[in-house]
């Protein structure tokens, strides 16, 4: 940890000793969301961030990645590093074609800038709505990255929760781009996912160019049990909702760890019970190629062979 931040009170690190998954994961598998921190003292965290997390680099993101049997990674630009992607674009370099990235932009970028990230490896940018995470940007700002963005053939990844979709569908449904929804816009999984919540969510899937990341089950567990001690039934109360997505919009999903699991503040999973969640989630053989290979090679490597 840098001498020059403190973390946030209470901030909880990721698990130091990941099991080693049962589940093997297909060849070519790819971790399509998670993060890097810093370290701070080489990648210093923006003043205007709502946390200060633990470093978490990249070399430590690609132990993780080998030890998990992943073979590629999409890594998404932290809140806490703002629109400063420095950090984000240095990992995407460092590994060689074997990651991708998602950065976040203000209106006024260049189209340089733009075409610096494009050539790096950025595919996207990430408009987050969750307050306590951010200072949303007003919908104007946000269609005008879009509008930017879109010759360049990339995509709008965004973070909202259920009750957020009834404001925000017709303004995400008009975007000119494809987009990507984290962890399956965190449903309220204490309702039926028959019940109205989720099947808005699922109706504004079908009716748009969207893609679902069945991910972070232990951001929207109520029950759990969570993926620790080597519980590889974790989460049960997450499953239908995940199974759900999975079973209707198959050629759509994508997966990832969420690592370093930024804002938990119950508990960290163990990395490798989560890689044992996803044969809960999706079951098949041809399903689990579709969530963790076939997908994410024609979103982030269109043309290349995993």
């Known amino acids: 940890m840098s001498t020059a931040f403190a973390k ?13 998954p049962r589940f093997a994961l297909p060849p070519g598998s790819v971790d399509a969301h998670c993060h890097v921190f810093g370290p701070g003292d080489e990648f210093p965290y923006a003043p205007e961030r709502k946390y200060t997390p633990c470093d978490a680099g990249k070399a430590q993101l690609f132990a993780l990645r080998d030890h998990l049997g992943v073979s590629r990674n999409v890594i998404v630009q932290a809140t806490c590093h703002g629109a400063d992607n420095s950090a984000m ?6 590994a060689g ?85 984290d962890h399956m816009g965190r449903p309220d999984v204490t309702q039926p996912v028959g ?12 009716r748009h160019d969207v893609w679902v990341k069945v991910s972070c089950p232990e951001r929207l567990s109520v029950a759990g049990p969570p993926a620790l001690d080597g519980e590889r039934h974790a989460y049960t109360d997450v499953v239908p909702f995940a199974r ?37 989630v999706a079951v098949t053989a041809e399903q689990q190629h579709a969530l963790l290979v076939a997908n994410p090679m024609r979103l982030y490597w269109p043309g290349e062979d995993a």
């Not at 909880?12 to 990941?18: E, G, N, T, V, Y």
């Not at 970028?109 to 996207?124: H, P, Q, Y």
């Not at 995509?155 to 000119?176: I, Q, T, W």
């Not at 019940?195 to 079908?206: A, I, M």
């Open 244 to 280: 759900r997505v999975v079973e209707e919009f198959g050629d759509r999903v994508l997966w990832g760890t969420d690592w370093p699991h930024p804002n938990l503040t119950d508990h960290v999973p163990d990395d490798g019970l989560l890689v044992d969640h996803v044969p809960h």
């Open 195 to 206: 019940g109205p919540g989720f099947g808005r969510f699922l109706r504004f899937v079908d």
């Open 89 to 94: 674009v240095d990992a995407v370099r460092a």
């Open 97 to 181: 074609g074997r990651a991708r990235g998602i950065a976040t932009v203000r209106p006024d970028v260049t189209d340089a800038e733009l075409r610096e990230l494009d050539a790096a490896g950025v595919r996207g940018v990430r408009f987050n709505f969750l307050k306590r995470l951010v200072d949303t940007s007003p919908q104007d700002e946000l269609a005008t990255i879009a509008r930017r963005i879109a010759p360049l053939g990339w995509h709008v990844v965004v973070y909202f929760e259920e009750s957020d979709l009834p404001g925000l569908e017709g303004f995400l449904g008009a975007l000119p781009v494809p987009l990507v929804v």
């Open 8 to 20: 946030t009170p209470g901030w909880l690190d990721w698990h130091p000793d990941p099991a080693r």
